[in-house]
């Protein structure tokens, strides 16, 4: 159960895009499209914004989109806007009722 | 609303015990798997165990796994994380997390998400 691996960080102006990458194996990420993305602001509960590599939950911006290849999936956030700054895991399906979750990747905005 | 409310934290010393209780509102609590995930001061997410509707089906990371388990008394809407032989770097924010699903996987379908959180609740072990 290693942790997935994730930039420590990502920068980006206001209205930029960015794109975080979330590696893992073939036991996980590569063997599954059960990733998803949480954003977490400091002191706060994490958020789902992504589930099943490329789903929204209701009321999440459009702004957010992932997609995956092989063992990475990727989280973009279009039109990056001050409060995205925060920061973004990923998790996986690891087989049995298992998961594991990215190291995390703080995104900062310029 | 939606809302999970975890509590039982506090500040124990290492090799006791603690149990950590997960309710909720807004929703059919005994209809939905549950998830806790922790975070320890400064560090990233980690996923630590999970409980079916039913209770049937309990799994557990290779960290906690014969030290920590979980428990749901249906007739209350309880939900219980009985963490035992407790170690400094079980030091974390603790967060019931529901599963939109009553079970991860089944029949093969698998649901493997968090869709709401709770504030958390911090575990500091520490002698």
């Known amino acids: 159960q290693s942790a997935l691996t994730q930039p420590a960080s990502v920068s980006g102006s206001p209205g930029q895009s960015i794109t975080i990458s979330c590696t893992g194996t073939?036991?996980?990420?590569?063997?599954?499209?059960?990733v998803s993305w949480y954003q977490q602001h400091p002191d706060k509960a994490p958020k789902l914004i992504i589930f099943?590599?490329?789903k929204r939950p209701s009321g999440i911006s459009d702004r957010f989109s992932g997609s995956k290849s092989g063992n990475t999936a990727s989280l973009t956030i279009s039109g990056l806007q001050i409060e995205d700054e925060a920061d973004y895991y990923c998790?996986?399906?690891?087989?049995?009722?298992?998961?594991?979750f990215g190291i995390g990747t703080k995104v900062t905005v310029l | 609303q939606v809302r999970l409310v975890e509590s039982g934290g506090g500040v124990f010393q290492p090799g006791t015990s603690v149990r950590l209780s997960c309710a909720g509102s807004?929703?059919?609590?005994?209809?939905?798997?549950i998830h806790w995930v922790r975070q320890a001061p400064g560090k990233g997410l980690e996923w630590v165990a999970t409980?079916?509707?039913?209770?049937?089906?309990?799994t557990y990371a290779d960290s906690v796994k014969g030290r920590f388990s979980l428990s749901r008394e249906r007739y209350n809407n309880a939900l219980y994380l009985q963490m035992n032989r407790l170690r400094p770097d079980d030091t974390a924010v603790y967060y019931c997390?529901?599963?939109?699903?009553?079970?991860?996987?089944?029949?093969?379908?698998?649901?493997?998400?968090?869709?709401?959180w709770g504030q958390g609740a911090l575990v500091t072990v520490s002698s």
């Open positions: 997390a529901r599963s939109p699903s009553a079970m991860v996987a089944f029949g093969g379908v698998f649901v493997a998400h968090f869709d709401y």
């Open positions: 807004g929703f059919a609590f005994n209809r939905f798997a």
């Open positions: 409980i079916s509707y039913d209770g049937s089906t309990k």
């Open positions: 073939t036991s996980d990420v590569g063997s599954f499209n059960l």
């Open positions: 099943e590599v490329n």
């Open positions: 998790s996986s399906y690891a087989g049995k009722t298992t998961f594991v």
